[in-house]
């Protein structure tokens, strides 16, 4: 399965951008899916995640700010960000598993300026 990140940008500290990832087919069957980022000079890490669906796991930092969904009828996963920090700066990156496979999206930017 292939997927399309978007929503990224430039956006000022507390304030909020909503990131999708279309993946280009049915999404239903997939359990496994989540977003990632990557900060310059840093490893990619976990930010949020569904391991199946209705069930979800958040990094600490992100917890009570950060959103993530699903939907499967639009094939596409969300990550509502909230109260954006400097520190969130980073390329997002939206994953699934499918059938036992990795996919990745190719990555979107988000900036936040203090």
């Known amino acids: 399965v292939q997927l399309q990140a978007s929503g990224g940008g430039l956006v000022q500290a507390g304030g909020s951008l909503r990131l999708s990832c279309t993946a280009s087919?049915?999404?239903?069957?997939?359990?496994?899916m989540g977003w990632f980022r990557q900060a310059p000079g840093k490893q990619r890490e976990m930010v949020a995640v569904?391991?199946?669906?209705?069930?979800?796991n958040y990094k600490d930092s992100v917890k009570g700010r950060f959103t993530i969904s699903r939907d499967n009828a639009k094939n596409t996963l969300y990550l509502q960000m909230n109260s954006l920090k400097p520190e969130d700066t980073a390329v997002y990156y939206c994953?699934?598993?499918?059938?036992?496979?990795?996919?990745w999206g190719q990555g979107t930017l988000v900036t936040v300026s203090s």
């Open positions: 994953y699934c598993n499918a059938r036992g496979r990795d996919s």
């Open positions: 087919r049915s999404i239903f069957s997939i359990n496994v």
């Open positions: 569904m391991p199946n669906p209705g069930s979800t």
